[in-house]
Nanobody
Framework: QLQLVESGGGLVQPGGSLRVSCTAS????????IGWFRQAPGQERERISC????????YTADSVRGRFTVSRDNAKNAVYLQMNSLKPEDTAVYYC???????????????WGQGTQVTVSS
């Protein structure tokens, strides 16, 4: 059974940076597509970035392109989301999710982490 744990969230000032991590256990991520999602209070969940762990293909949503970068470390069985130039509207709970298959983004994720809170405020 694959388990995902997010970490690295916190409080940051506008314009600052954070890196959130998604660490897996139970199975190797090599054959999975991993997505980063976020959900702010009262808003729908938004998919913001994805990566195919095996070959490194990525996707980034228009809302964060140029500021957020997804990467992976296969040796650590982890995926990361580097977030730069953060804005107050980036405040949300950030989740990673996984789906087996040779996709860039998980189609119907079977596995979700518990989420990590990111708050951008002065």
């Amino acid at each position: 059974q694959l388990q995902l744990v997010e970490s690295g969230g916190g409080l940051v000032q506008p314009g600052g940076s954070l890196r959130v991590s998604c660490t897996a256990s139970g199975r190797t991520l090599e054959y999975y597509a991993i997505g980063w999602f976020r959900q702010a209070p009262g808003q729908e969940r938004e998919r913001i970035s994805c990566i195919n762990v095996r070959d490194g293909r990525t996707y980034t949503a228009d809302s964060v392109r140029g500021r957020f970068t997804v990467s992976r470390d296969n040796a650590k069985n982890a995926v990361y989301l580097q977030m730069n130039s953060l804005k107050p509207e980036d405040t949300a709970v950030y989740y990673c999710a996984a789906d087996p298959g040779n996709y860039v983004c998980p189609l119907h994720p079977d596995y979700w982490g518990q989420g990590t809170q990111v708050t951008v405020s002065s």
